[in-house]
């Protein structure tokens, strides 16, 4: 009965996710109200939409009784709020379990993958919108073209969700198509071991009805789609969906894609190989959904990136600045890989915010080895996120792993003086905690150098 509530309270508002939900349900008219522990953007954002948020953990604050509560995981359950909704005997559900409820009543195409799981949602949104079918979607990210999270349609043919593994979030989903881009160790706080993983994401795939489609990156192993429709996807080898004469022009990717549809001339305006690889796996995902060739070129070739994914903050001929969301080793080795081949021969120098000590203890000897392909590295502490500390684990204990000359840890009060009086020529900030604060005054700092020259 999730669209006969008409008065709905968030716990952990300013989430991209939580944000995305409550933009979608004041879409609809709903009286949406919520909590947050501190204010960012998109609490900021909405607010200015209309969405009254408490920064302040006290059921005083609440000015009526809603109908439903939706929290995250981020948000403890020991919090007053929670306990109050709880003990009031109001429904109180994950974001996770919403979502699927919504997945439910649309046709639900779902992308998961422990990388490239936003890109992709947030190209496939644009192609649809291009293409004029009518579609909601939840991209996990902010898409340049919308400015927004949540992307919203009246009366739509297709929901398009991000479906996220952490906390087996997408397992509550009702997908008819559905996508996994790769499967890396990630998330071992919550899963045991990289098996139990492939499990989860195994469990996903059966989620689809008998005459689902199930799309993959070829060379995915674990996967087991029973009967129904499976389809491959590779930006190197010849496959259902695949990419031929792929060139770099003025430091963007060129292609065709090739297999089940003929495309060619895709030219991004979004830079690095890994959104090539994205690109296709959006294409295969739009053609499967009805999408025209034509309008899938049309989509790709217009689509501007995501917020914090590859975003070149700055540029001018001699120096570059380039944010970027990374925060698992495969995502820091191609974000740095990108950049040398879009400036081949320039000094590379990252900054990177380590998020989560147990995510830090599980995977350092793959950060280590990403790290080293650096030029240079600023280190900052670790972002704890939702979690206590670890004894040991610690950003000098990361540093001692990449065994680096030109490495250092920084205190986030110092990185700007720091930076300031560095010379550099390519300057990526890489992580998911609150390293996105430094990206303003970063860019203002170059400017403020760039002038001065």
């Excluded at 704890?384 to 500390?389: G, K, L, S």
């Excluded at 920084?410 to 990185?415: A, D, G, Q, T």
């Excluded at 020529?425 to 403020?448: C, H, R, S, V």
Aim: net charge negative; with cysteine.
């Amino acid at each position: 009965m999730i669209n006969e509530v008409t008065n709905i309270y968030f716990l952990g508002i300013g989430g991209i996710g939580m944000s995305a939900l409550a933009r979608y349900f004041h879409d609809r008219g709903v009286s949406v109200s919520g909590y947050d522990k501190t204010a960012s953007a998109l609490t900021n954002a909405l607010q200015q939409e209309g969405i009254t948020i408490s920064y302040t953990d006290d059921p005083a604050t609440i000015s009526s009784k809603p109908q439903l509560v939706v929290y995250t995981p981020a948000v403890p359950q020991s919090t007053a709020l929670y306990q109050h909704f709880v003990s009031q005997h109001i429904p109180v559900l994950k974001r996770s379990a919403v979502l699927g409820l919504l997945s439910e009543e649309t046709p639900t195409i779902a992308v998961a993958g422990t990388h490239g799981k936003t890109t992709v949602t947030a190209m496939l949104t644009h192609i649809m919108k291009t293409a004029e079918v009518p579609c909601i979607a939840f991209p996990g990210g902010i898409p340049t073209n919308y400015n927004t999270n949540f992307i919203g349609d009246p009366n739509p043919q297709w929901m398009i969700a991000e479906a996220d593994e952490f906390d087996r979030s997408f397992l509550k989903l009702s997908p008819a198509i559905a996508l996994i881009s790769s499967m890396d160790a990630d998330h071992l706080d919550v899963y045991e071991s990289r098996e139990e993983l492939i499990s989860s994401f195994r469990h996903f795939a059966e989620r689809l009805p008998s005459d689902g489609v199930l799309i993959t990156k070829k060379g995915i192993r674990g996967i087991r789609p029973g009967d129904k429709i499976h389809l491959q996807y590779h930006s190197e080898e010849k496959t259902d969906y695949c990419l031929e004469n792929v060139r770099v022009m003025q430091g963007r990717y060129h292609a065709d894609i090739a297999g089940m549809i003929d495309v060619e001339g895709i030219h991004l305006l979004h830079p690095g190989y890994h959104n090539l690889e994205n690109a296709l796996a959006a294409a295969a995902l739009a053609h499967q959904a009805g999408v025209t060739p034509e309008a899938i070129k049309k989509g790709l070739n217009s689509f501007m990136g995501v917020k914090r994914r590859f975003e070149i903050c700055f540029q001018t001929e001699n120096t570059v600045y380039v944010d970027d969301y990374a925060h698992h080793p495969e995502e820091i080795r191609a974000c740095i890989r990108s950049a040398r081949a879009i400036w081949p021969g320039k000094k590379i120098t990252g900054v990177f915010q380590p998020h989560l000590y147990s995510r830090t203890r599980d995977l350092a000897e793959g950060f280590a080895k990403s790290l080293q392909e650096l030029d240079e590295l600023l280190l900052l502490d670790i972002y704890p996120a939702r979690e206590e500390p670890i004894p040991g684990i610690n950003a000098e204990y990361l540093l001692e792993k990449t065994n680096m000359n030109n490495a250092q840890h920084c205190r986030r009060e110092n990185l700007l003086d720091i930076i300031r009086e560095k010379d550099t020529e390519i300057l990526i900030t890489m992580g998911a905690g609150d390293i996105d604060l430094f990206a303003a005054p970063i860019t203002e700092l170059l400017k403020n150098k760039n002038l001065s020259l």
